[in-house]
């Protein structure tokens, strides 16, 4: 999971789809979604003000048994996993266990002098330069990755930029380990599910043993689909144990509007390590990093935004600060993509103006990105329109959640162009299109012959 999965829906966003209307609208929104994108279940917290305002379940946790949602129902958190493991670091760091400052090297014996660069906080905000590029097989303990890591040479110098990956939790894990003398399933259960009450969170413990893949009991957890070809089908991923920290949680949204709003309140931590998680690390340069202690931020209709989203859409955690205003959505669907928890935030926030588009001087380019998004759609992605960079990036992603995205917000109704600069020969444009049930702002990169190097939805104010 990238930063909120490369980037979603724009602060303009609307939803207007033709469907029976309900008593409250995100009951509504909710079942636009879940027509449009095949979602068999779903469920929705919103805490507004320190109080849970909505929580409800919808749809099916299980197709083959029928089993129905709940504000109860575990679901597969994935990334969005981070959210948990961001407070139980917090929370040994609170218990004088460990330091945000502390050299990763003091933790691992024979670690290699650059890991003295590396701090704990490194890890949690993906800055540290460990290296992704390396294979840690399914069955590894975090001290065998961590070893491994070791042997591998720094991706970049610690501190220099942020690149989101799962070798940082890993070790981040290993760390949290040996500090506690607990496994991280027993740091999640002591730190967070106990303290709080939680019922409905942990992990099956899912492994692999040959041809058998065995797992604990979780009562009435939803299972995960992928809807394609025109038929659901199940899609359950194998996390290893060792990077439960990364993803594999399992959570209901009543657990999460409860872990919320223990956060919020100062009841599980400090404001002082809240405000770790909900504020940017800094990079060496001075400059904010996209993370902060494990979550992530941006900008949403003007607003600072923090959370994280998972799966790409099977958890969504959207936290407001200065509306204080949380929305937890999860689905059990893998072919969406992280819209939900945004639409139902714009029912509680006011209008933002309107941009006004430029003259656009390059009508042919508009007109083939309006081709090109209506073919994706449809599952046509011609690699011959992009450069080759587009090609690495575009044309995979608009080859699967790409295309779920665009079947989930309907045809384009209007296209506009926001803003144009020419770096290097190549145009870098920002447009807003009016799709059927939302509006998404774009970041469209075209070489002088009109090949797309990038066609990039926003996640909010990023243009």
């Known amino acids: 999971m990238i930063r909120r999965f490369i980037a979603l829906a724009s602060g303009a966003a609307v939803l207007a789809l033709a469907a029976p209307a309900y008593a409250d609208p995100v009951d509504d929104v909710v079942a636009r979604y879940m027509e449009a994108s095949h979602i068999p279940g779903a469920a929705i917290a919103v805490i507004e003000d320190g109080r849970v305002s909505k929580l409800e379940g919808y749809g099916l946790a299980n197709l083959e048994w029928e089993g129905r949602v709940t504000a109860d129902t575990p679901f597969q958190t994935a990334s969005a996993s981070k959210i948990f493991a961001a407070v139980v670091l917090m929370r040994l760091v609170e218990q004088g266990r460990l330091s945000l400052d502390d050299p990763v090297a003091q933790f691992f014996e024979g670690s290699p002098e650059s890991w003295s660069r590396i701090t704990v906080r490194h890890l949690a905000g993906h800055m540290s330069g460990l290296s992704d590029g390396f294979q840690r097989g399914t069955a590894m303990t975090v001290q065998e990755v961590a070893a491994e890591a070791m042997r591998q040479p720094l991706a970049y110098e610690p501190g220099t930029e942020a690149r989101y990956g799962i070798t940082d939790f890993i070790v981040m894990t290993a760390i949290m380990e040996q500090v506690s003398g607990l496994t991280y399933p027993e740091l999640i259960r002591r730190e967070i599910v106990a303290p709080l009450g939680l019922s409905h969170t942990g992990f099956t413990m899912l492994r692999e043993t040959g041809p058998v893949r065995a797992a604990e009991i979780m009562p009435g957890r939803a299972r995960v689909y992928g809807y394609r070809d025109g038929v659901q089908r199940d899609e359950e991923a194998l996390y290893p144990v060792h990077a439960y920290a990364a993803g594999g949680l399992y959570s ?53 935004t923090v959370g994280h989203s998972g799966g790409p859409a099977l958890a969504d955690v959207l936290y407001i600060p200065s509306r204080r205003l949380i929305v937890v959505a999860l689905t059990n669907q893998r072919r969406f993509y992280p819209l939900l928890a945004q639409s139902v935030a714009d029912l509680r926030l006011p209008p933002v103006p309107e941009p006004t588009p430029i003259a656009d001087t390059r009508p042919e380019l508009t007109g083939a990105l309006r081709t090109f998004l209506t073919d994706a759609a449809a599952g046509r992605v011609d690699p011959a329109l992009f450069t080759e960079r587009g090609q690495r990036g575009a044309v995979p992603f608009y080859r ?57 939805p926003l996640s909010g104010d990023d243009g």
Do not use: C, H, K
């Open 400 to 456: 699967d959640f790409g295309q779920a995205m665009l079947i989930t917000v309907g045809p384009i109704r209007e296209i506009a162009l926001l803003s144009e600069r020419v770096e290097n020969g190549d145009a870098r444009r920002l447009y807003r299109i009016a799709f059927e049930r939302r509006t998404i702002d774009f970041i469209v990169w075209a070489d002088p012959e009109g090949r797309f190097g990038a066609i990039q």
């Open 252 to 304: 209901s949204a009543r657990d999460i509007a409860t872990l919320m709003a223990a956060l919020e309140s100062g009841r599980l931590l400090r404001p002082e390590s809240f405000s770790l998680l909900t504020r940017p690390t800094r990079l060496n340069d001075g400059s904010d990093g996209p993370f902060g202690v494990g979550w992530t931020f941006g900008r949403y209709r003007g607003l600072d």
